[in-house]
DNA sequence: AATACGGGGCC
DNA sequence: GGCCCAGTATT
């Protein structure tokens, strides 16, 4: 047996009931890949029930409006991936007379669709015969065939890439793509893999030469910055200060008290001190709410502090950006995880 | 070709 | 603390 069949057969066996499966309707497969994109399953799944009940098709998708697929994508992360949704479901409309593509070269053309999610859609929604190519399918066959070339680097991705095409079950491209992955992710894991159980053991490469822990090999990720934000709660008549982010850095067009970042831990001295602070909020009182939080971000570490500002004077909307919203406006606002945790914690507070 | 973009789970 | 997760867009 070859190695696309023995795959189908143990998938047969052991794959997965996933919420997305035993369908071919495009959209609802491209709403669960664009959320599962470097998203674990058990993240992503509620997130994928709540979308669809929402969202029931592609058109009631487009006739939504940013804030609200962002409000709805709040704690999952990646936040352009909802926003690049936005403009897929709009080229839908005026492109493809409002009917999901299924062609690979169709849907490739949509904004947030690259090569996997272009194959994922292709093959699980009619059958295209395009190879998945995700973490799961690098690990796979960089190990069945001991491969060293790093899978993040541009010769590594054509490699594996016309591997998986040549390995792909022409005849199944849908069910092995499921099967590859679902293979990776359950049984050739990152860490601690079933070697003693795997049905390859005898024809995987890495296994036989004792060095599954070698692959995959990956060129390695630059040291984060840091970053050091401080927050200001400035609260009038129940209505909370709040200032949208712009959209050429991390949290775009999302919603966070107003704040000034500096390349240092400032200390309360320090901060009142700062030209930025004593412009924004002169004569003020400041009250440090609580220590410092850290957020880790994939290429960052965020540094926060929360300050409460009880004398602002009357100039504090100066910033276009910045606005009062009471609490039921305040909910419909998209925020990233370090201010929704905030909020949660501020609203106990006496 | 390299870098940015979140949040969480695992070791 | 580092790696990984059903990757893509931008620089």
Redesign the pocket.
Known sequence: MGFSSKLISWYAKNG?E?P??NTTNPYIIWL???I????????GTPYFHNFLENFPTIEDFANADEGELLKLW????????AR?MHKAARQIQTDFDGKFPTKYEEVIK?????????A?IASFSSNAAYA?L???V??VLSRYFAIDTPI????GKKQFSEIANELLDKKHPGTYN?AI??F??MLCK???PLCEECIFRMDCRAFQTNSIQSY?V????????NRFFAYFIVEEDGQLLMAKRND?????NMYEFPMIETEEELSISALVEHNEFKFNFPSAIIEQLNGMVK??????N?YAKFYRITNPENNVLKNSNWAFYNSENLDKLAM???MFTFLETFKKLP
Do not use: C
């Open positions: 997965r996933l997305w499966r669960s890949e664009i599962l994109q470097q998203t674990r399953i058990e993240q709040q704690g999952l992360g990646y936040y352009s991936r690049n949509l904004t947030g669709i690259g090569e996997y999610t272009a994922a998945v995700d973490g799961n690098f690990r993040n680097s541009t010769a499921q992955m679902d990776g992710a990152p860490k601690n995959p990956k060129l390695k990720k630059k040291p984060s910055r050429s850095d991390i949290w775009a957020q880790v971000l994939s290429h960052q965020i990233h995880k370090l």
